[in-house]
T-cell receptor, first 111, second 115 residues
Framework: RKEVEQDPGPFNVPEGATVAFNCTYSNSASQSFFWYRQDCRKEPKLLMS???SGNEDGRFTAQLNRASQYISLLIRDSKLSDSATYLC????????????FGTGTRLKVLA | NAGVTQTPKFQVLKTGQSMTLQCAQDMNHNSMYWYRQDPGMGLRLIYY???????DKGEVPNGYNVSRLNKREFSLRLESAAPSQTSVYFC??????????????FGQGTRLTVV
């Protein structure tokens, strides 16, 4: 089993739709979780950290479920500009500084 | 404020050649990382340096060496390049925020082809 697993997609959704991605992780000691966005042939950039209580940033909501060991990302009112690959990142354990990336979920928002 | 700067951006090597990928950050971060990204594989951690003077292996360290030259610079060396090392290489740096979570900033990547 991979340490961090994501559905590679692609998810093709119309503009204005709501879309959700999940990411599962295997190390129950992990404490830090993130969603990164990567545009084609560009470097990954932080979209949002994922906190235990869940957090929201505009149209984006991230949640953590420690019991089931998964994090989720919800995008509401999808825009064409949201088309990208979304990478789930989990720190291996706690305080290890080893950040493990999922393979990414590709999103295409269609006009 | 340049963030994380990687050089070169593109490189073609012949099998068996050596080269060093350079990375520098100007954000005074303690931690630095080297990742490689291959189609369908996501980013895989090669080596990381939690702080100046320390380096540790990541998921795929074989065939690579690193040097944390100072707090700003973290280089990745391929001693004898192989076609399997054809990839996009990303350097990153991070720091711990008060919340305990960190944000990693990435360089623009080095596209390496080994023929």
């Amino acid at each position: 089993r991979k340490e961090v697993e994501q559905d590679p997609g692609p998810f093709n959704v119309p503009e204005g739709a709501t879309v959700a991605f999940n990411c599962t992780y295997s190390n129950s000691a992990s404490q830090s979780f993130f969603w990164y966005r990567q545009d084609c042939r560009k470097e990954p950039k932080l979209l949002m950290s994922v906190y235990s209580s869940g957090n929201e940033d505009g149209r984006f909501t991230a949640q953590l479920n420690r019991a089931s060991q998964y994090i989720s990302l919800l995008i509401r009112d999808s825009k064409l500009s949201d088309s990208a690959t979304y990478l789930c990142v989990v720190e291996r354990g706690s305080g290890t500084y080893k950040y493990i990336f999922g393979t990414g979920t590709r999103l295409k928002v269609l006009a | 404020n340049a963030g994380v700067t990687q050089t070169p951006k593109f490189q073609v090597l012949k099998t068996g050649q050596s080269m060093t990928l350079q990375c520098a950050q100007d954000m005074n971060h303690n931690s630095m990382y080297w990742y490689r990204q291959d189609p369908g594989m996501g980013l895989r951690l090669i080596y990381y340096s939690a702080s100046e003077g320390t380096t540790d292996k990541g998921e795929v360290p074989n065939g690579y060496n690193v040097s944390r030259l100072n707090k700003r610079e973290f280089s990745l060396r391929l001693e004898s390049a192989a076609p399997s090392q054809t990839s996009v290489y990303f350097c990153a740096s991070s720091e711990i925020h008060g919340s305990g979570n960190t944000e990693a900033f990435f360089g623009q990547g080095t596209r390496l082809t080994v023929v």
